[in-house]
C-alpha cells in the first residue's frame, strides 16, 4: 500500500469539518510558514520539492511562482484553477468535497508565500453544490483566525472567495479562466504577456491546479527533502489518478508515481481489472486529450520496459507509441467498445467547447465531428481516413491556446493505432452500423 | 419605453438580493463586473430555471453595465438557459468516459419514460432533457445533474426512481430555509 500524502485522512469521519482536520494536523503548514519562514523561503522550498503542475501541463509548480512580477503599487493574486472539465478528470471535486479545508490551507500558504492579499478559487458553475461546501469551510477558517484581517497575529492579511464559472472547459486554460473571473467570454489571451505579469484585472497572478494547491501544505510541514522521496526522478511525489471507463473499481487513487501501468489496472488495490471478465483494448491515461493506446503499448514501452505511472514513462516513444500523464484522467476500454464512437465523442466534446476565437480549432473541430459522424454512421469513404489526420494537422500549433491541440490529438491517435477499426467501418457500413456491432480484428484480416 | 417597462417587472427577493450583495464584495470595486455568473447563477434559480432577456437586462442594470455585455456572456456559458424550461432539467453527461458506461442507453431509456425527445420537455411539463458533456463525474457514470444535485450510478431503475422523487419534490432556492 503505498502512502498517502495528500488523502490519508480523507475518511476520518468530519473532516470537512475545521475542528475535526485541525486535529490531525490541519494547518500546520500555514503556522510554520507565517510564523517561521519567508515568503522567499515558501516559494524555494515548494521549487526544491520538484512538485510539477498536477492540472496536466506538468510545468513546475514553484518555477512558475518564482516568475510572478513585483512592480510597486499592484496587487498580486492566487487564482486557484478549479475548473475540472477535462473529460475522464474527477479528482480536483473528490478532494475538495471530503478535503475543502486542505484546498484552503493550500491557498493560504501559497498566497503568503506570493505575497497576495485576495485570493480565488475558480470552481466549474457545475459544482455549485463543492462551492457550498468550500464557503462553509471559508467560514470556519475565518472564525478560527486563519482567514481575515492579521492572520495569526502575524499582520499577514488574506481574503479568499470562491467563484463559479457557467459551463465552459475552456476556463481550464489559465487566461481563459481570468477573463472569465473578470466577468467576459472565456477568450483564452494571447501571450505573452503571461499572467505573471498581466493577469487577473491587469496585475500579476498565479493560476494554479487544485491538487498543486493542496500539494503544498504537506511539502511545507515535512519539507521539501521528504517530498521528493517519493515517486521517480523528475516525477516527485504522488498524484491523484481518477479512474474510470470499464473497470471492475472506478474511483480516485492516491498513488506514489512510479506505480507500474498494468498495476494500477489490474491489481485491487486500484482499477481491479478489467469489468464483466472482459479484455482490455485501450486506455486513454491523461484526459481525453491525451493520446489514447492500445493494450500493448499502455502496458510497455516499445523498448519492452514495464509502462510506469510517471510524466516520462508514459511519454517514452513520443506520440508515436506513448501518450501522457496529464491530468491524471486514466479511462480504460474493453475489447466492446467502438473507438470510432468513442473518438466521435470526443471530437463533438471538442468542437462544443472551442470558444470560436481562432479558425483553425472553431472550424477544424466541427469538421472532424462531421467526419467522425458520417463514418461511425455507415457514410464514410477512405479518403475521409486520411482526411482527419490532415484536418488534426493543420488544428495543432496553429491556436492562440492549447484547446486545438487538445481537440487533435485524440483524433490522430485513434487513426494512427486503430485505422483498420476506421477502415472497416467504411468498407463493412452495415455490418458496422447494426446494434451493438464491434470491430473484431481476426474476423476482419479474412474478410 | 417598453423594455424599461418589462426590466421593472423583474424583481429579485430579498434572499437573492442579499446573495447577489455578498458576491459583489468580493471583487475590487471597480471590478463590479466580474460577479456576472454568479448574478446569473442567482437569477436562473430565482426566476424558473432559465434567463429571459428581461432578467439579462435587470443583471446589466444592477451590475451598471450595457445589457449586450451580459448577452454575450450569457450566450457563451452553457449553464445558462435562455428558453423557458420544464421544472427539472435532466442534463445527461454523453461523453466519451461516461459513454463507455452506458450513457447512450441511459438517454434513450429518459426518452421513452418521458417521451420527448433530448432539448425537448415531457407533455406534463415536469422535465426538460438535455445532454451536456463532461461533468466531472466519470468513476460513477452514467449520471446527470438537475440544478445542484448529482445523480450518479444510473441504471433504468434507479433513473426510475429518481424521475419519481423529481416529481414530488418542492423546487427550493439556495437563499430560502430547508434548502
Known sequence: MGRKLLTEHINVEGIHTFDVYRKHGGYASVEKAIKTMSPEEVVEEVKASGLRGRGGAGFPTGMKWSFLAKPEGKPRYLVCNADESEPGTFKDRYLMEKLPHLLIEGMITSSYALGARTSYIYIRGELLY?????????????????????????????????????????????????????????????????????????????????????????????????????????????????????????????????????????????????????????????????????????????????????????????????????????????????????????????????????????????????????????????????????????????????????????????????????????????????????????????? | MEQTASVNQVQFSEGAMAEIRRYLSHYPADRQKSAILPILHIAQAEFGGWVSPEVMDKVAEILNIQPIEVYEVATFYTMFNLKPVGKHVLEVCRTGPCMLRGSDQLIEHLENRLGCKVGETSADGNFTLKTVECLASCGTGPMLQVREQFYEDLNPARADQMLEDLKALTVRKPWEENY
Open chain 1, 130 to 447: 463543492v462551492l457550498r461546501i468550500l464557503e462553509k469551510a471559508i467560514a470556519e477558517a475565518y472564525a478560527n483566525g486563519f482567514l481575515g484581517e492579521n492572520i495569526l497575529g502575524s499582520g499577514y492579511s488574506l481574503d479568499l472567495h470562491v467563484h463559479p464559472g457557467g459551463g465552459a472547459y475552456i476556463c481550464g486554460e489559465e487566461t481563459a479562466l481570468l477573463e472569465s473571473l473578470e466577468g467576459k467570454r472565456g477568450n483564452p489571451r494571447n501571450k505573452p504577456p503571461f499572467p505573471a505579469v498581466w493577469g487577473l484585472y491587469g496585475c500579476p497572478t498565479v493560476v494554479n491546479n487544485v491538487e498543486s494547491i493542496a500539494t503544498v501544505p504537506w511539502i511545507i510541514t515535512n519539507t521539501a527533502a521528504e517530498y521528493a522521496k517519493f515517486g521517480i526522478g523528475r516525477s516527485a511525489g504522488t498524484k491523484l489518478i481518477s479512474a474510470g471507463g470499464n473497470i471492475n473499481k472506478p474511483g480516485v487513487y492516491e498513488i506514489e508515481l512510479g506505480v507500474p501501468v498494468e498495476e494500477f489496472i489490474y491489481s485491487d488495490e486500484y482499477c481491479g481489472g478489467i469489468w464483466k471478465g472482459r479484455d482490455m483494448k485501450a486506455v486513454i491515461a491523461g484526459g481525453s486529450s491525451v493520446p489514447i493506446l492500445p493494450k500493448e503499448l499502455i502496458l510497455k514501452t516499445t523498448n519492452g520496459e514495464d509502462r510506469l505511472m510517471t510524466y516520462e514513462s508514459l511519454s517514452d516513444g513520443g506520440f508515436a507509441t506513448g501518450t501522457m500523464l496529464g491530468s491524471g484522467g486514466f479511462f480504460v476500454m474493453d475489447d466492446q467498445t467502438c473507438i470510432v464512437r468513442h473518438t466521435w465523442t470526443l471530437a463533438r466534446f471538442y468542437h462544443h467547447e472551442s470558444c470560436g476565437q481562432c479558425s483553425p480549432c472553431r472550424e477544424g473541430t466541427g469538421w472532424m465531428e462531421k467526419v467522425l459522424h458520417r463514418i461511425e454512421h455507415g457514410h464514410g469513404h477512405m479518403r475521409d481516413i486520411d482526411l482527419l489526420v490532415s484536418v488534426a494537422k493543420q488544428i495543432e500549433g496553429n491556436t492562440i491556446c492549447p484547446l486545438g491541440d487538445a481537440a487533435a490529438w485524440p483524433v490522430a491517435a485513434a487513426v494512427r493505432h486503430f485505422r483498420e477499426e476506421f477502415e472497416w467501418h467504411v468498407k463493412h457500413p452495415q455490418a458496422a452500423t447494426a446494434p451493438g456491432a464491434v470491430f473484431n480484428k481476426s474476423e476482419s484480416v479474412l474478410a
